[in-house]
């Protein structure tokens, strides 16, 4: 692998590498990496998709490496850290009025015991931005919710800019670019690298190798971040950033606008919209126009450090609601086959609390990623899943890697294990097919409980949604001997802990559980998914995108939905092993695995596994495990 990323940095051609859990890919990239920044003065920026692995480079590999490489080249390499400004405290933001009341949600004026958590929460951050070094939200223990750290952090558009602010020599964030634009190794995050690619401001050092780390989230995060949303919350917010900053009438009309679309958001039903009604229209086109009157009203220019950060905010959220409208106005007007956004409304629960959000986002960033990165650096992408079906063909078209003018290349440089000597792929054929309610049948109930009870414990499960994994959890610990815990109960990062400490445990879980798992040895023999992990049937915008797909022809199903699900069980799968000496099952308890016709593409998506549909042998294998 260190060999295939020293050619591609050689000859420009981008480079798709799967590399199995093990193999040790980062090391065969940062050693590259790292000798051709220092031989050619020139950055190389790898950016991944989670805080634990850009704490495993900083903290380890890199400083390792650089300790190792010290002789073997001509000076000693340097790395940074770099993340987005709103992960690092804002100076000017606490020492120049943070926690205002009106900036709050409506909701918590009236919940003392949230207003004094808010309030007791900024009081920590205050104190704490006298004792750190970097100011990063992620070395604060223990941490606190969002609406806690945004009333101590800017964005980078909210940012009133280094020559205005008078804590501009001693800025967190400007500390960490600085670095940064000194460092050979530039780590940062996808959702970075995706602000990179899509503004017109340089966020990150510039550079022309980059590596892509849990290359197969790149899609998803990018999608995220061109994702724009209008909710009452940030409508609300807006308004109140703005009412004392211009006269009454213009803050009038801004209210009104806002508070009419905020109703008019809510009343609307949940579910992708093709058609765009009149009366939403209207209300979209009003607020665009108050947005924008607004935002030209406000002096962005005082003196004063805390009216100038006031302002900026106030224009920011602005611009944010204004821009949002006119998207999703303009999306409407090509014909549907033609539109390159998809507009729904979604409602959210957190703690008890509903929101309806209006939200568009692009069908597809293959053309964004081409364009604004694929184009300008060399990218080594890497994972240890990016074949779907057996081939890296889906990946790279949803990259944008298969447009003829791209030169790309893919290579698996396979596994240090042993796929089918260390482990069992079952496929419980004789089982029907999952219902449409989410939850499991009694013959999959009972076949759960035959598996565990062979593998005493020791068992994750992998399901399709939060009610089925709590409604299975209730039900084993009626039935079972061994302890099950489940997500939801805990913090998931202490279910784990608690999980790999008691090896008679098993866990239960959803969506985070199927790629964030890191648990060695004798702990975990058993991986249990419930159903084929297709998209659901109303996810707005993945049906778009079947859409499309069959538009131009195209299998929107397999190419889409049987995408999502394959790469989701090749990430579930690789819970199993994590090192060469472990062994277990991997136990798929649905029986369209085996019969449907898509079965072979999902099959072809996971590890070399030795494969059975036979329960009798399966529980025997696991009952052995127990004595190892």
Known sequence: MARAVARAFDTGEHLAVQAGTGTGKSLAYLVPAIARAVE????????????????????????????????????????????????????????????????????????????SALGRDVQRLIAWSSDTDTGDRDELTPGVPDRSWSQVSVSARECIGVA???????????????????????????????????SDAAVLPEHHLLVVDEA??????????????????????????????????????????????????????????????????????????AAHRVRSAIDTAPSDPRAASARAEAVTALTDIGDIASRI?????????DRTDVVWIEREETRGTVRTILRVAPL???????????????????????????????????????????????????????????GILYVAAHLPPPGRDGTGSAE????????????????????????????AAEIMRERLDTPVLCQGEDTTSALVKRFADDPESSLFGTLSLWQGVDVPGPSLSLVLID????????????????????????????????????????????????????????????SRMATARYGGYLRASL??????????????????????
């Open 329 to 337: 106005l303009d999306s409407f007007i090509p014909a549907i086959p």
């Open 40 to 115: 050619t003065d020139e950055p190389v920026v790898v950016s991944t998709a989670t805080i634990a692995l850009q704490r495993q480079l900083v903290d380890r590999d890199l400083p390792r490496l650089t300790e190792s490489l010290t002789g073997a080249l001509p000076r000693t390499p340097e790395f940074a850290l770099l993340k987005g400004r709103g992960n690092y405290l804002c100076l000017n933001k606490i020492h120049n009025g943070a926690a205002e009341s009106d900036e709050r949600p409506q909701e918590e004026l009236f919940e003392p015991v949230a207003a």
């Open 216 to 289: 197969h989230e790149l899609v998803d995060r990018v999608t995220s971040v061109a994702t724009g949303e209008l909710s009452a919350t940030s409508l609300g917010a807006a308004h109140r950033r703005a009412a004392r900053l211009v006269d009454e009438e213009l803050a009038h009309r801004l209210e009104a606008a806002t508070a009419t679309l905020s109703s008019a958001i809510h009343d609307t039903e949940p579910g992708r919209i093709d058609v765009l009604d009149d009366e939403l229209a209207t209300y979209l086109t009003a607020v665009r126009d």
């Open 531 to 590: 159903r084929i992990p297709f998209p659901r049937p109303d996810d707005p915008l993945l049906t778009a995108r079947q859409r499309a797909v069959a538009a131009r022809g195209g299998n929107g199903f397999m190419t889409v939905a049987a995408g999502h699900a394959a790469l989701l069980l090749a990430q579930g799968a690789g819970r199993l092993l994590r090192t060469v000496d472990d062994r277990g099952v991997v136990a798929v308890l649905d």
């Open 444 to 471: 999959q109930l009972d076949e759960i409980a035959a598996l565990v009870t062979a593998a005493g414990g020791r068992t994750l499960g992998l399901f399709s949604s939060t009610r089925a994994a709590k409604a």
């Open 364 to 422: 597809s960033v293959s053309g964004l990623l081409r364009t604004r990165l694929f184009e300008d650096s060399t990218t080594v992408l890497t994972s240890a899943t990016l074949t779907i079906g057996g081939t890296f063909d889906a990946m790279a078209a949803a990259w944008g890697l298969t447009a003829d003018d791209m030169q790309w290349q893919g290579v698996d440089v396979g596994s240090p294990f042993e796929h089918a000597k260390s």
């Open 607 to 628: 590890p070399p596994f030795w494969a059975t549909t036979d329960s009798t042998r399966v529980r025997q294998a696991l009952e052995r495990l127990r004595t190892v």
């Open 164 to 198: 205005r602010c008078p804590f501009g020599t001693d800025c967190f964030a400007e500390k960490a670019r600085e670095k940064a634009g000194h460092a050979d190794v530039v780590v940062t995050n996808h959702a970075l690298l995706a602000i990179d690619a899509i």
